[in-house]
């Protein structure tokens, strides 16, 4: 659609912060107001309203759209949604490790117990971690420890761990950018070790490549809208 404003400010209100186009509140697609909880998240949605130009497109507001997101989807059904996140704990990459060759078996283990051992220490949890991908149960207080943990995030975080969770394929490698202010460069590395073992081995051609640049870029705003949200 047509850019049909000049000025974007930040106000702050009760709730938190909005974001005004001409004097005008910005509303989601379901009409609520898009109030922010922090100054900081909303000077980076203001951010991307300012840099749109003739046209505004969506696609390049990605803090807007989470924020669309957190609203409109994740508060009014925080704690089934909050539910569905938790379920890749059963699940988590860092628990499934290659048969072999030894050289990737050594990555693995060299990014993702580390990971796993702060997970452990910070949950009081234990893993069950297995060689190929036949599924294998997780302890049920495991489960129960690491649900808690996502169900006691607000709903902004709760939006962006959702999408590092599906990204990462991994909640642990999701709940350390968020709560154990690990480098989340380093993190979506660990979560690609497979895809690039794969690639040293058989190469990747302009889509791939082009579609893991994006997958990165996303994970990265996702970590970013996590820490953005904090009051």
Same mark, same amino acid.
């Given at each position: 659609?047509?850019?049909?404003?000049?000025?974007?400010?930040?106000?702050?209100?009760?709730?938190?912060?909005? /974001?005004?186009?001409?004097?005008?509140?910005?509303?989601?697609?379901?009409?609520?107001?898009?109030?922010?909880?922090?100054?900081?998240?909303?000077?980076?949605?203001?951010?991307?309203?300012?840099?749109?130009?003739?046209?505004?497109?969506?696609?390049?507001?990605?803090?807007?759209?989470?924020? @669309?997101?957190a609203i409109d *989807?994740?508060?009014p059904n925080r704690?089934?949604?909050?539910?569905? +996140? =938790?379920? #890749?704990?059963?699940?988590?990459?860092?628990? #499934?490790?290659? @048969? !072999?060759?030894?050289?990737?078996?050594?990555?693995? =283990?060299?990014?993702?117990?580390?990971?796993?051992?702060?997970?452990?220490?910070? #949950?009081?949890?234990?893993? =069950?971690?297995?060689? !190929? /991908?036949?599924? +294998?149960? &997780?302890?049920?207080?495991?489960?129960?420890?690491?649900?808690?943990? +996502?169900?006691?995030?607000?709903?902004? /975080?709760?939006?962006?761990?959702?999408?590092l969770v599906t990204?990462?394929?991994?909640?642990?490698?999701?709940?350390?950018?968020?709560?154990?202010? *690990?480098?989340?460069?380093?993190?979506?590395?660990?979560?690609? /070790?497979?895809?690039?073992?794969?690639?040293? &081995?058989? !190469?990747?051609?302009?889509?791939?490549?082009?579609?893991?640049?994006?997958?990165?870029?996303?994970?990265?705003?996702? !970590?970013?809208?996590?820490?953005?949200?904090?009051?």
């Amino acid at each position: 659609m047509k850019r049909f404003y000049t000025d974007v400010t930040v106000v702050a209100e009760e709730g938190g912060h909005a /974001i005004r186009l001409d004097g005008r509140p910005v509303r989601t697609p379901a009409r609520a107001s898009l109030t922010l909880p922090s100054a900081a998240l909303a000077d980076a949605i203001a951010q991307e309203w300012r840099a749109q130009g003739e046209e505004v497109d969506p696609a390049s507001m990605p803090m807007t759209g989470l924020a @669309n997101a957190a609203i409109d *989807h994740v508060a009014p059904n925080r704690a089934s949604f909050a539910e569905g +996140v =938790a379920r #890749y704990a059963q699940s988590d990459l860092l628990c #499934y490790r290659s @048969n !072999g060759p030894d050289t990737l078996v050594a990555r693995q =283990a060299a990014a993702w117990d580390p990971l796993l051992d702060w997970a452990r220490g910070r #949950y009081d949890v234990t893993f =069950a971690v297995t060689q !190929g /991908i036949i599924p +294998v149960p &997780q302890p049920d207080e495991t489960l129960d420890r690491l649900g808690a943990a +996502v169900v006691a995030l607000d709903p902004f /975080i709760l939006t962006g761990l959702s999408t590092l969770v599906t990204l990462s394929g991994s909640l642990v490698c999701a709940l350390a950018v968020v709560e154990g202010g *690990h480098e989340i460069g380093a993190i979506w590395e660990a979560a690609e /070790i497979d895809e690039a073992w794969q690639i040293e &081995q058989w !190469g990747e051609d302009a889509e791939a490549a082009a579609r893991s640049v994006r997958r990165a870029d996303d994970f990265a705003t996702a !970590g970013a809208f996590c820490a953005l949200s904090r009051v």
